[in-house]
């Protein structure tokens, strides 16, 4: 079985910033999209929900608005999702390495980077994310770093890594 891959906002909000922007790459959005069609490539529901708080006209929040709802994978009424996101806030409470402040802000509701690792960790996905491994960081949990400590969780990769294993160089998908 191919493995299947869950996006973060931050390959989103990047995406469309710099490397990908609507403008003048339009080829990678479609990349994603087939993706998607091919199975293999979602994101989550948190995630669409930090896309579409963007202001009006922003083009990611338009493009998340445009997607297939089945792109974003259920999480909070997933009771499966929830049971792994309670051991992930366990694994983060009990953290001594992590300020505080760093672990109130991994617990905030709204965001997505908790219901990614749960997700990833029921269902068996690779977390596709931007953020990089800092294992002496304290003051924010890092997505890579959490994926690595929680257990049961697939390292992650970058939106790069990705491209190398499913993309041809004109953003054809290649399953």
């Given at each position: ?11 989103f909000v990047q995406g ?160």
């Amino acid at each position: 079985m191919d493995e299947k891959f869950i996006v973060d906002a931050n390959v989103f909000v990047q995406g469309k910033n710099f490397h990908y922007n609507f403008d003048f790459c339009e080829g990678f959005w479609d990349w994603i999209r087939a993706g998607f069609d091919e199975g293999l490539i979602y994101s989550i529901r948190k995630v669409r929900s930090e896309l579409v708080e963007g202001k009006q006209g922003d083009k990611a929040r338009a493009w998340a608005e445009a997607m297939p709802p089945e792109f974003f994978l259920e999480d909070e009424d997933d009771s499966s999702v929830m049971a792994a996101y309670a051991e992930v806030m366990q694994w983060a409470a009990a953290s001594t390495h992590y300020s505080e402040r760093a672990k109130q802000e991994f617990a905030e509701v709204k965001r997505a980077d908790a219901f990614l690792l749960a997700y990833a960790k029921r269902y068996g996905f690779v977390i596709v994310t931007q953020e990089q491994s800092k294992p002496e960081q304290k003051k924010r949990i890092p997505i890579p770093d959490a994926a690595n400590s929680i257990g049961g969780i697939k390292p992650t990769l970058t939106i790069y890594e990705l491209l190398r294993r499913h993309a041809k160089p004109t953003f054809v998908f290649n399953p």
